[in-house]
């Protein structure tokens, strides 16, 4: 990991905070190296959806593939906003709860007024860890809550 990814001064709860951003902007600026460093290796999960539909990826391989490989390449703006961080005075181990907002477009038809788009509204949480190598809180677990969506989900597939 490049350590121009890693801002300094930043206090635990920004720190935390980053470790979101660093994965969403990475989906929408295509950068593999900033989406890895938001990453607590290899073994870590994100799941995406509801409990009656979900998909659980179980490894960064496969999260990197069916997450990054398709959504970076796409014209895409990731949000998220009301960012609640729970972290005990001096843990290693924090969550982060936040609402998201993701809008989707096939590569080079963002601007497209009536271009195909999906937009997903929904709910972050988020289990991280503070690496004892390089002192950086990085992501275990992503839990993606779909409350809405609109358009064409096809986009995604």
Not at 80 to 93: L, Q, S
Request: with cysteine.
């Amino acid at each position: 990991m490049a350590s121009s990814y890693i801002l300094s001064g930043l206090t635990t709860r920004e720190a935390i905070i980053d470790a979101m951003t660093r994965v969403l902007t990475a989906l929408d600026t295509n950068d593999v190296g900033l989406f890895d460093s938001a990453w607590a290796g290899e073994d870590v999960l994100a799941q995406i959806g509801n409990d009656d539909d979900k998909k659980v990826l179980p490894n960064l391989s496969l999260i990197r593939k069916l997450i990054f490989e398709r959504v970076a390449a796409m014209d895409t703006t990731h949000s998220y906003t009301t960012p609640r961080v729970h972290v005990e005075e001096g843990a290693d181990t924090a969550y982060l709860t936040a609402v998201s907002l993701a809008q989707h477009c096939p590569e080079g038809r963002g601007r497209e007024p009536d271009g195909p788009k999906y937009l997903v509204g929904g709910n972050y949480r988020v289990d991280l860890i503070k690496d004892p190598a390089d002192g950086v809180w990085k992501i275990k677990k992503w839990v993606i809550k779909v409350i809405w969506s609109e358009g064409d989900r096809t986009i995604l597939e």
